[in-house]
């Protein structure tokens, strides 16, 4: 049977959480496969609204969840998000739940190191979530991380705390910072440790079980490819990588298990953070799909930047991520405007460029070149086939499809499940 797997096409926040959300309600299994409570999706199931940030999306209907090992796993902000989702009457539990047991933890350290740097930066901040993430991946990359299975061991931790502290002691003495408090650490790692250890498992080993009885299989992307750390706008990303090919080595399955690639692509683009963005609108028209779009960040609350849908840089991200289609989210931001404009190439220095480059001055200075459209009076919000939409919102999607080169598989016109208009199911396909 087809796995699934969600990634955003371009910088985050396009809309996954409802996609998810129907996709989870018909998977055996979902699984987090990068990234960690940086992502913040909001699921509404019937009269209830639930915040999700590190957990799957298949936690809130009782669906197989699973946190892979490409995680960053911040122990006590899981015990808090669980314990939220209990008090609204979720049931978590060994069953329905499974944390991999190599993958790497989040330290009060890590947030401190985020914090410190972010500070020191001042105008050339990154403008992280401030959650420890980037410190996190270093770490784990740097062959000093602390990790789940760790946390059985905790009375053998001796020298990797010594290699940990080393290098922290020296960044945070850089800082003016006073070194770790490694008693005090310890003492919380090993308060914690239980709590988390009930998860832990080779969840490589349970995935396999899982695949080999024909289970469906959703792998739930966190972020964007545009923040992807080798593909996204470097060194304005995060610091995972967030392309597809991350469901397989972020969960320990191979390369063929991530089955249909759904791209989930906002009918025009939005950021957070710092970082280049050519179609960028600080004007009124900005303010107007910031406004109509709530394109408020569900973890920070930070105001979101606004623009034009960007296909350069979509046909980018579905090129790199082998996306199979996409689902184009919140078309219903463009009703009523008189005119809307797709970006269909750059122009740097008298080059006309059909792909975004890699250096961050290049990114920083290209010039959207623009395609006029005619907008649509009619609303697009609610519609649940192509009978529903206005003719020239048909003829938006048609160009968009066009301009990235591949097909659109559903469109979402409303945070409503039912909103939608399906073109290829990507289970069944
Ligand atoms: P970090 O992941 O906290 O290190 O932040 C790095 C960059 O990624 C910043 O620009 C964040 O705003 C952005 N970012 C991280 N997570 C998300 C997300 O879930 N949606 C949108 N942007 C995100």
Known sequence: MANVTVIGAQWGDEGK?????????????????????????????????????????????????????????????????????????????????????????????????????????????????GRGIGPAYEDKVGRRAIRVCDLAH??????????????????????????????????????????????????????????????RILFEGAQGVLLDVDHGTYPFVTSSNTVSGTAASGSGLGPNATGFVLGIVKAYTTRVGSGPFPTELEDATGQRLGERGHEFGTVTGRKRRCGW?????????????????IALTKLDVLDGFETVRICTGYRLRGKILDYFPSHAADQAEVEPIYEDMEGWSGTTAGARSWADLPAQAIKYIQRVQELIETPVALVSTSPEREDTILVRDPFED
Do not use: M
Request: proline residues 4%.
């Open 154 to 215: 905790l009375d053998a931790l001796d020298a990797q705390l010594d290699r940990l502290c080393a290098h922290h002691d020296a960044l945070r003495a850089g800082f003016g910072q006073p070194p770790v408090d490694r008693a005090a650490l310890l003492a919380e790692l090993k308060e914690i440790a239980p709590f988390v250890l009930q998860y832990a498992q080779p969840v490589w080993k349970r995935l396999k079980k899982v695949r080999k009885a024909g289970a």
């Open 309 to 325: 849908f960007d296909a350069v840089l979509v046909r980018q991200s579905c090129a790199i991520s082998g996306v199979t289609g």
């Open 17 to 129: 959480g409802k996609i998810v959300d129907w996709l989870a309600s018909r998977a055996d299994a979902v699984v987090r496969f990068q990234g960690g409570h940086n992502a913040g999706h909001t699921l509404v199931v019937g009269d209830q609204t639930y915040k999700l940030s590190l957990l799957p999306s298949g936690i809130v209907t009782g669906t197989l969840s699973i946190i892979g090992n490409g995680v960053v796993l911040d122990p006590w902000h899981l015990k808090a998000e669980i314990a939220k989702l209990e008090g609204q009457g979720v049931e978590i539990n060994t069953e329905n739940f499974a944390i991999a047991d190599n993958c790497p933890l989040i330290l009060p350290l890590h947030r401190d190191l985020d914090a410190l740097r972010e500070t020191a930066a001042g105008a050339g901040k990154i403008g992280t979530t």
